[in-house]
Nanobody, 118 residues
Framework: QVHLVESGGGSVQAGGSLRLSCVAS????????MAWYRQAPGKEREFVSY???????SYADSVKGRFSISQDNANNTAWLQMNSLKPEDTAMYYC????????????WGQGTQVTVSS
């Protein structure tokens, strides 16, 4: 079992920045991937970014060039630096883990709210 705790959400004006954190505890040996997803009211949860232990990263097209993911493998912590925020970035942001084997080590955090006003 892996327990994830996100923090760093808040309310900012468009163009502002926030840095989200996700700390994993428990059976963290299974973690190969740490990722961020988001869900806006009335919409489905969508992928934002992932980071593998080997440093491979990926971003949704909507956040490329504005968001940056990083990870401290030793401390099982991931961050999502969000710059040039837009009102459409408003959502609950969730941290998720994944293992080397597909669908393994699949855990979600409770989420942290990000609100961007115009």
């Amino acid at each position: 079992q892996v327990h994830l705790v996100e923090s760093g959400g808040g309310s900012v004006q468009a163009g502002g920045s926030l840095r989200l954190s996700c700390v994993a505890s428990g059976n963290t040996d299974c973690i190969y991937e740490m990722a961020w997803y988001r869900q806006a009211p009335g919409k489905e949860r969508e992928f934002v970014s992932y980071n593998y232990r080997d440093g491979t990263t990926s971003y949704a097209d909507s956040v490329k060039g504005r968001f940056s993911i990083s990870q401290d493998n030793a401390n099982n912590t991931a961050w999502l630096q969000m710059n040039s925020l837009k009102p459409e970035d408003t959502a609950m942001y969730y941290c998720k883990t994944g293992g080397v084997v597909a669908h393994s080590c699949n855990y979600w955090g409770q989420g942290t709210q990000v609100t961007v006003s115009s």
